[in-house]
């Protein structure tokens, strides 16, 4: 079966993506799509120019909507970085911008006839993945946002550079938004064969030091370089390519809960068909009133960004 995937924004993330989706042979045709042409027909043909040398070879295909109708998966990595920069550290400076830029594009996605995954990665993360929802009117199960996929992924590298392990031997979640109201759940963080919370008391961690570090690693990477792209997208590429493989894989994405009646990030078992099954953690009352501060803050969000 030819695995097809296409890149919407050829920005530092959405190339980034697509050069490990090249790299790495993920895909048999890779669409990719930006508003600049000369961009990305440059990164098409730095693509081909790099297929010699690698043991994959990747159909490329560049700005055409009609080619999204038969794709697996639609990366949305539309967005403008330098908005957030003198912001205060608040992806919702990217806000007016992508808001626009999204309204635009997922029309075009449903107007090709797509009926594959959207993997947004685009921020403010909920709030778009709920735009691309809405307009491109594909069930909520086939759209999901990278959200905290990444941030469990910097609390994962916080808690193990504590205790000297590797990232991988730590296992749990950030939950909520994939921004300043999110949170590490660390009712669900186990380490060295135990919950995190005996480990800190055995060694002396400081949890709130090292959830902030999970927090703010987004913004430490965006101060040095005024981006952030590896993390990102090796995240956004898990995703495509969990969902192409089948994997039913349990992973903390931005996807709709019915409960709180709002996209955030939770974890659901990702497979071909989206979200095949939504987990239930067993939170405590704490982490529950975050999870409902973090919902009530992308609805309200996500009000003011449709009425624009």
Request: with cysteine; proline share 2%; hydrophobic share 40%.
């Amino acid at each position: 079966m030819t695995r097809k995937i296409a890149v919407i924004g050829m920005g530092n993330v959405g190339s980034t993506a697509a050069h490990y989706i090249v790299a790495c042979g993920f895909a048999d045709d890779l669409v990719l799509i930006d508003t600049r042409e000369k961009k990305v027909e440059a990164d098409a043909t730095d693509f081909e120019d790099a297929m010699s040398n690698l043991p994959f070879h990747t159909n490329i295909t560049v700005n055409d909507y009609s080619a999204l109708k038969d794709a697996d998966v639609i990366i949305s990595a539309l967005g403008n970085i330098k908005l957030q920069d003198n912001k205060n550290d608040d992806r919702f400076a990217e806000l007016p911008f992508t808001s626009k830029a999204v309204k635009s594009v997922a029309q075009k996605i449903k107007d090709s006839g797509f009926n594959g995954i959207i993997v947004d990665i685009s921020n403010p993360v909920d709030v778009i993945t709920s735009m691309y929802q809405q307009i491109t009117g594909l069930p909520k199960k086939h759209v999901i946002g990278t959200g905290t996929l990444l941030d469990s992924s910097r609390m994962k590298r916080a808690v193990a550079k504590e205790l000297g392990i590797d990232p991988r031997s730590v296992s749990g979640y950030n939950l909520g938004e994939h921004g300043n109201s999110q949170f590490t759940a660390w009712s669900t963080v186990r380490v060295l064969g135990h919950p995190i919370t005996e480990i800190a008391k055995q060694r002396g961690l400081d949890l709130n030091k090292l959830g902030k570090a999970a927090r703010e690693g987004g913004f430490n990477v965006f101060h040095g370089k005024k981006y952030t792209n590896y993390g990102v997208a090796t995240a956004a590429v898990r995703l495509a390519n969990t969902v192409i493989s089948d994997a039913r894989t349990q992973l903390a994405v931005s996807n709709y809960r019915e409960e709180l009646d709002t996209y955030l990030s939770y974890p659901a078992i990702v497979g071909r068909d989206g979200i095949l099954e939504k987990v239930q953690l067993d939170l405590t009352d704490e982490e529950k009133e975050k999870l409902q501060t973090s919902a009530n803050f992308i609805k309200t969000k996500f009000a003011e960004s449709m009425k624009g």
